[in-house]
């Protein structure tokens, strides 16, 4: 019985280690200033990954002083904080998977259209109701002024890969033939008619193209890079954490028949 009591602590040690990627993703999340504004998506998986730690200690606890109750406990909440995960990650895979961005010729970055991301996260984060709040947020952080310390010719701007954010909230669309002065003052539009940003777009610092759709497209395409990007680290956690489960739960199930074949000859005894 000690073995496997052994081989489950040794598990939820791995456990444990496995909450701390969880955890340093979902702080990586909520500390990009477009999940500062968009509070939907700041807190999930942090919350999963201390979650995974807590349920791991508790399973640390019981494997090593064998408490039956807190191994059936654990198994029980890591079942379920498992399959959160795993449906945190189906969905975050479904909603990014659409991608609204298009070359621009002669441009290092792309721009991006909001009618080519999924309908859910058009609904949840820029419709009306909600974006009023994310803009003033997005303005508060004051992102867009930082291109003016980076860059000063309009060569290196144009071939620079700036975020999503910053080509959408930032300039105009290249398709309104502004005038470059500095990254986020552009004047004298050749081609206005083009996109209907074209007359949206202000060269005052508190307004730029804020009010642009493609400020909103500009948001979730940065909301999608990053998600893409922890995705990876989650998908391997979590693969490891089923592995890991599937052996706690086979070294549980060993060690009650071991108990009971051991009460079953001392009784014979």
């Known amino acids: 019985m000690a073995l496997s009591n ?18 340093a993703s979902g702080l990586w999340l909520a500390s990009k200033p477009d999940n500062e504004c968009v509070h939907l998506f700041r807190w999930p998986v942090v919350v999963l990954g201390f979650s995974i730690l807590v349920i791991s200690l508790m399973g640390f606890v019981g494997a090593y002083w064998y408490k039956e109750g807190l191994l059936a406990l654990y198994l029980c909440c890591m079942a379920i904080l498992i399959t959160l995960l795993l449906v945190l990650l189906i ?3 479904v909603v990014t998977r659409p991608d609204g961005s298009y070359g621009v010729p002669g441009r290092g970055s792309k721009e991006y259209r909001i009618d080519g991301f999924s309908n859910w996260l058009r609904n949840h984060v820029t ?13 508060d952080t004051n992102f867009c002024a930082k291109l003016n310390t980076q860059f000063v010719a309009a060569p290196d701007f144009f071939l620079a890969h700036i975020s999503p954010l910053q080509s959408g909230c930032c300039k105009p669309p290249a398709a309104c033939g502004y005038q470059y002065v500095n990254p986020t003052m552009w004047i004298n539009p050749t081609n206005p008619a083009a996109d209907p ?50 052996i706690a739960c086979s070294a549980f199930r060993n060690a009650q028949t071991e108990d009971l074949f051991r009460k079953y000859k001392q009784g014979w005894a």
Request: net charge positive.
């Open 197 to 246: 940003d074209c007359t949206l777009w202000s060269s005052d610092q508190s307004q730029l193209c804020y009010n642009c759709n493609s400020c909103k497209a500009g948001l979730l395409g940065n909301l999608r890079n990053e998600w893409r990007k922890a995705n990876i680290i989650l998908i391997v956690t979590v693969i490891v954490l089923i592995f890991v489960y599937v």
């Open 91 to 93: 969905f975050a895979f």
């Open 127 to 139: 419709n009306d109701g909600n974006w009023f709040k994310i803009r003033n947020c997005l303005i």
């Open 6 to 23: 052994n081989l489950t602590a040794i598990v939820n040690f791995i456990a444990l280690l496995c909450s701390i990627p969880i955890i």
